[in-house]
Antibody, heavy 117, light 108 residues
C-alpha cells in the first residue's frame, strides 16, 4: 500500500524559505495528484497545492505567490517550497495523495515546522 | 472560496452513544464531500467520500449523508477508538479545496 513520509527542517527563520520533501513508497509517483496540506496550531486544515505527475500544478490563491511544488520522479518524491515565511506559517505540514482531484488518501504523518528567529 | 462550517466544535459523549456531526457549505457542493478522522499526532484518515460512501476498512457504525449544502457524519454506537477530531472537506471547487474547522469528540 502507498505510504508517504515528510522530511525537512523543523525550524525556519522569518523571511526565509521553508523546504519540505515527501517520499512516496509502495507505489509510483507517476500517477495521481500529490498535495501539500497544513494545519496551524489549534486551527483547521488548509490545502496548499497539488502537482500532477505530468508536472501540472495548482495552488491555493492565498499562498500562490509564495509556493512552488515540484516533482522528483526518479526518487519518487515531491517537494514544497514556501518563501518569505512568517510566524503565521508555523504549522504541521502534511503530504497526501489526492485521488482524481477529489479526496485525500493516504496522508503522511505530518511534520511540524516552526517559524522563529 | 467555499467555506465549510462544522457544528458543534466540541462534542462530549459516552461509549455506546449515537452522535451526529454537521458540516455546512457556503454554497452547493452537490455530494462532493469527504470526512476524515484525526487523532493527536497522527495523520488524518479518510472515512467517507462522495458524502456517503464508506472507505474500505472503515467500520459500518460510521455513515454519512447529505447533499447540496448540508451534510452529516453519524456514528451509530460510539467506541473508545472513535474519540478523535473529525473534519469535512469539499472538493466541488478546486480553487481552493477547503476543510471545516474540525469537531472534537470527547469522552463525557
Amino acid at each position: 500500500q502507498v505510504q508517504l513520509q515528510e522530511s525537512g527542517p523543523g525550524l525556519v527563520k522569518p523571511s526565509e524559505t521553508l523546504s519540505l520533501t515527501c517520499t512516496v513508497s509502495g507505489g509510483s509517483i507517476s500517477s495521481h495528484y500529490w498535495s501539500w496540506i497544513r494545519q496551524s496550531p489549534g486551527k483547521g486544515l488548509e490545502w496548499i497545492g497539488y502537482i500532477y505527475y505530468s508536472g501540472r500544478t495548482n495552488y491555493n490563491p492565498s499562498l500562490k505567490s509564495r509556493v512552488t511544488i515540484s516533482l522528483e520522479t526518479s526518487r519518487n518524491q515531491f517537494s514544497l517550497r514556501l518563501t518569505s515565511v512568517t510566524a503565521a506559517d508555523t504549522a504541521v505540514y502534511y503530504c497526501a495523495r489526492q485521488l482524481e482531484l477529489q479526496w485525500f488518501d493516504p496522508w503522511g504523518q505530518g511534520t511540524l515546522v516552526t517559524v522563529s528567529s | 472560496d467555499i467555506e465549510m462550517t462544522q457544528s458543534p466544535s466540541t462534542l462530549s459523549a459516552s461509549v455506546g452513544d449515537r452522535v451526529t456531526i454537521t458540516c455546512r457549505a457556503s454554497q452547493s457542493i452537490s455530494n462532493w464531500l469527504a470526512w476524515y478522522q484525526q487523532k493527536p499526532g497522527k495523520a488524518p484518515k479518510l472515512l467517507i467520500y462522495k458524502a456517503s460512501r464508506l472507505e474500505s476498512g472503515v467500520p459500518s457504525r460510521f455513515s454519512g449523508s447529505g447533499s447540496g449544502t448540508e451534510f452529516t457524519l453519524t456514528i451509530s454506537s460510539l467506541q473508545l477508538d472513535d474519540f478523535a477530531t473529525y473534519s469535512c472537506q469539499q472538493y466541488n471547487s478546486y480553487s481552493p479545496y477547503t476543510f471545516g474547522q474540525g469537531t472534537k469528540l470527547e469522552i463525557k
